[in-house]
């Protein structure tokens, strides 16, 4: 029994693995980046609450009297940026995990070492979150000297933390999970957020809708359903730490059971991931086998008719890269999901009748953008990485065809995957513009403004694309590049300029055009707010344009830049 | 058809090409072997216009790989020494799809496809995922793939590599059917003897130069293989036919092994004929003489010096 029992410290848990992965880890230039960032973020925060204090008070005495709501204010801001930082990462983090110990051939070869499944799971999962607890050690001076300053209760600060470590190992076991049966590491993470959103965000709504909408029977089951819900959810445990620590409600989740929960929970998708491993480690000695529904429906896939390449080769074939899973099952789940949902919001926006007030449909729109925006982004910045990682960019390089041809077809070809989501934007304009919820000027306005912004996130993705080694880098950059570009430039600027310019930064953000235009066609003047006149169509139409001639110009010097790149090191990608 | 001079290529201060010299003729088969890390790839990208040279130049047809890519790419067929496949498409359509890339029109693409998938053997496979296919199934995919748009150059880089030795020899099959129908083929392996059969010209390559350039005929002459000749005469005999034989002024060294005696004649003199004359005259019963083998893994070692870059 004791013998058992001291068997049970990390190194037996995980074996070599722990040590290889962390060396490994340590040695990836991404891991220092992220570092950088990280504490980028958290001096930014700073910075802003410092610049508001100096801002806004007048006499140094206020200042002080000021100085214990600051640093709940901070404190609050910190545990949140990293509760939803950390997730983020450690989902970033483990989703190539064991994919890539399956394509590059070596889970196999581990399993005829004395090393086992569980410590490969395990050992995966805690260099990872290793890594990650550092980031979130590095925050923990700031918070104790800011804490002189009073106003925050250490309770909140632990409790925030221990929520935050529980929800990261939950997520990275999720993640370690689908990477056992994803290939790509995207997939892998875009399958972890999107059940982390459906268990998170979707489930409770679907609850609440019940609650309130259901008979009787369903609004009982809801409701005892929403109080199981409630305990696994660490959205809802910070939001209830933070509510009660400052005072705005009482404690409606004990922390200490709702992380015991998620830890427990963690515990079982370990010990089924721990399983899949083995299996997919033994198909990998044995050749791939297939379950009975992949085997039919591969059969079933087989006998369909081939595609015929139509028009230009590269946008045929972005066109044809499958999108999502490959699984026919999830693929049809998916679509009536989604289908669902749109069904949903639009049933809802009628019953309540929000969706008669024309300002309702600023928000819907920029949703519609951003989906539109982001899906295009992350399709732009995976086609020429793909290819890399497939090994095939050689082989088309090798055809006759040119850079500008190869760089252009691929932009069209990855944004007309996102069609379907300016299609539903289409028809939501036109179905309201007919019910003259939206000024018909839009159809004229829009289009500029979201150009803007597609053009700048699609050049800058494909940039990405030809010069990072796989697809998840190439997302990570592109997305660190507009972070940069449209909240840490504009921020910096407001705190060092204090004033001048600012507001034209912050309106070269095509979001915030968007945003201007949506605001103006919602209302019965068709005035536009730019900088701090009302101008009319025209002057606005003016200034989409100057905004969209720069943003045009500026997208056109990147994807030449990319073709430049495009013949450069060609073998120099991941090797699989 | 393929020729190259002082070509150089340096990947920071490594060298690992210096100053290549190659000539292949149209219609020719090219054997370019070396060991693991020699040059063969790098000058294989070259010419397939996927590396710029450091200096040198390359010539495919008479063109400059450096100034004409597009018009060499349609000329040239490259198979590089990895097999990169789009795991989204079907065998058809990924060949359907190189074709659209070679600008082949959609009317012929079909017939296209299923003639080089009739020439290397896959047109059972034509509806099977490309990612499904076995190891061989992929290099001979990869072989139908390069020849999709009829180039006059093939460029292969290791395509045995890896293979079962029926695959090999079914490889080594349609590579003659290729220089059958007047390709020029330029091959790279770093065994000798996987070439030994269909090569015309043999480049082995070490450290980045070649140390020889010449034909299979070349290597025996190298090794002197043409000068050694193997006689077994009946028991007894041994001793007599020895003596016979040291009086014969062509033999340049006599060695006796086992049942055999190894003989090597002068270079100047390669004529065999004589030896089976004199120990007929001299009354010695012949059970055989025989050229000896070529050991290409001998020559091999002899040809290169075992330096890696």
Same mark, same amino acid.
């Given at each position: ?128 979150? /290793?890594?990650? #607890?550092?980031? *979130? %050690?590095?925050?923990?001076? !700031? $918070? @104790? ?111 200490? /059971?709702?992380? #015991?929960?998620? *830890? %427990?929970?963690?515990?079982? !998708? $370990? @010990? ?124 088309? $390089? ?179 | ?309």
């Amino acid at each position: 029994m004791i013998s058992k029992i001291s068997k049970l410290n990390l190194f037996y848990l995980t074996g070599p693995i722990l040590e290889k992965e962390m060396t490994v880890r340590s040695r990836r230039k991404g891991m220092y980046w992220q570092r950088f960032m990280y504490i980028a973020i958290l001096t930014l925060i700073i910075g802003i609450a410092g610049y508001a204090i100096s801002e806004r008070s007048i006499s140094s005495a206020f200042q002080i009297s000021r100085m214990s709501a600051i640093v709940a204010t901070i404190t609050t801001t910190l545990l949140w940026v990293q509760f939803l930082a950390m997730q983020l990462l450690v989902v970033s983090t483990l989703s190539t995990s064991i994919n890539e110990e399956i394509y590059r051939k070596t889970l196999g070869v581990l399993m005829t070492t004395p090393i086992n499944s569980m410590q490969i799971v395990l050992g995966k999962l805690f260099s990872g979150v /290793f890594q990650l #607890l550092l980031l *979130l %050690a590095i925050s923990m001076p !700031i $918070l @104790a000297i800011i804490r002189v300053y009073g106003g925050v209760d250490i309770g909140y600060v632990i409790s925030g933390v221990c929520i935050t470590i529980t929800a990261m190992l939950f997520a990275g076991a999720i993640s370690l999970s689908f990477s056992v049966k994803t290939r790509r590491g995207r997939d892998a993470a875009s399958k972890t957020v999107g059940l982390l959103a459906i268990a998170y965000w979707v489930l409770p709504m679907l609850m609440m809708l019940l609650m309130q909408f259901g008979s009787r029977f369903w609004s009982v089951i809801a409701t005892k359903l929403m109080a199981y819900i409630y305990y696994v959810n660490p959205f809802f445990a910070m939001q209830s730490e933070t509510t009660n620590k400052f005072g705005f409600g009482a404690t409606t989740i004990q922390w200490q /059971f709702h992380c #015991l929960t998620m *830890l %427990a929970l963690t515990t079982v !998708i $370990l @010990a089924y991931t721990i399983k899949r491993v083995r299996k997919a480690a033994l198909g990998q000695i044995n050749g791939a086998e297939h379950g009975k529904i992949e085997k039919l429906l591969s059969k079933k896939s087989d006998n369909r008719d081939l595609r015929t390449v139509k028009g230009s080769p590269i946008i045929w074939k972005e066109l044809m890269a499958p999108q999502g899973s490959k699984n026919k099952l999830v693929k049809k789940l998916t679509r009536i999901l989604t289908a669902l949902v749109i069904f949903g919001i639009y049933g809802l926006g009628f019953y309540f009748e929000w969706l008669y007030e024309a300002e309702a449909h600023i928000p819907i729109i920029i949703i519609y953008v951003s989906l539109g925006i982001l899906s295009s982004m992350n399709n732009v910045a995976g086609t020429i990485t793909t290819e890399k990682e497939a090994r095939t960019l050689p082989i088309l $390089l090798c055809s006759p065809l040119s850079n500008r041809h190869i760089i252009f077809g691929k932009l069209i070809g990855a944004m007309r995957r996102s069609l379907w989501i300016w299609i539903l934007m289409t028809i939501h304009i036109i179905v309201f513009i007919l019910a003259g919820k939206i000024n018909p000027a839009i159809l004229i306005l829009l289009p500029f403004a979201i150009f803007t912004g597609l053009i700048v996130t699609c050049s800058i993705a494909m940039h990405c694309s030809v010069n990072r080694k796989s697809t998840s880098s190439a997302i990570n950059t592109t997305v660190a590049v507009l972070a940069v570009l449209y909240i840490l430039i504009p921020i910096i600027w407001a705190l060092i300029a204090r004033g001048p310019g600012t507001e034209f930064i912050l309106q070269a953000n095509p979001m915030v055009l968007m945003g201007i235009v949506l605001e103006g066609v919602t209302n019965d003047s068709l005035r536009f707010r730019v900088f701090d006149n009302s101008v009319g169509f025209n002057g606005m139409l003016g200034y989409l344009l100057f905004w969209f001639i720069i943003y045009s110009f500026l997208g056109y010097l990147l994807l030449v830049l990319s073709q430049e790149n495009l013949r450069k090191n060609i073998f120099s990608a991941a090797k699989k | 058809m393929i020729e190259t001079k002082n070509l150089t290529k340096y990947y920071g201060s490594l060298a690992a090409l210096q100053n290549l010299d190659l000539h292949i003729g149209a219609g020719e088969i090219f054997g370019f072997i070396g060991p693991n890390g020699a040059g063969k790839t790098t000058s294989m990208r070259i010419l397939a216009t996927l590396l710029d040279q450091t200096s040198g130049t390359a010539f495919i047809d008479g063109m400059n790989v450096n100034k004409n890519g597009k018009k060499i790419r349609k000329l040239v067929g490259y198979m590089p020494d990895f097999m990169g496949v789009y795991d989204d498409l079907k065998v058809f359509e990924y060949l359907e799809f190189f074709a659209a890339a070679f600008s082949i029109e959609r009317k012929q693409r079909k017939s296209i496809v299923q003639g080089v998938l009739e020439l290397t053997d896959l047109q059972g496979k034509s509806h099977a995922a490309v990612d499904s296919l076995s190891r061989g199934m992929q290099q001979r995919l990869g072989l139908a793939r390069v020849l999709i748009h009829d180039p006059k150059v093939l460029i292969l880089d290791e395509p045995a590599s890896g293979l079962d030795p029926r695959a090999r020899i079914e490889i080594r099959g349609l590579l003659r059917e290729l220089k059958n129908m007047g390709k020029t083929i330029m091959i790279s392996s770093h065994i000798l003897s996987e070439l030994e059969e269909i090569c015309d010209q043999v480049g082995i390559i070490e450290c980045g130069q070649l140390v020889f350039n010449g034909s299979m005929e070349d290597i025996r002459q190298k090794m002197g293989v043409n000068r050694k000749v193997r006689v077994q005469v009946a028991d007894g005999q041994k001793d007599i036919a020895v003596k016979l034989l040291n009086n014969i002024e062509d033999i340049e060294n006599i060695n006796t092994e086992n049942s055999h005696i190894a003989i090597t004649l002068r270079e100047t003199k390669k004529n065999e004929g004589i030896i089976a004359k004199t120990l007929v005259n001299g009354d010695i019963n012949i059970i055989s003489i025989e050229p000896e083998q070529l050991n290409l893994d001998d020559a091999f070692l002899h040809l290169t010096k075992g330096l890696v870059n």
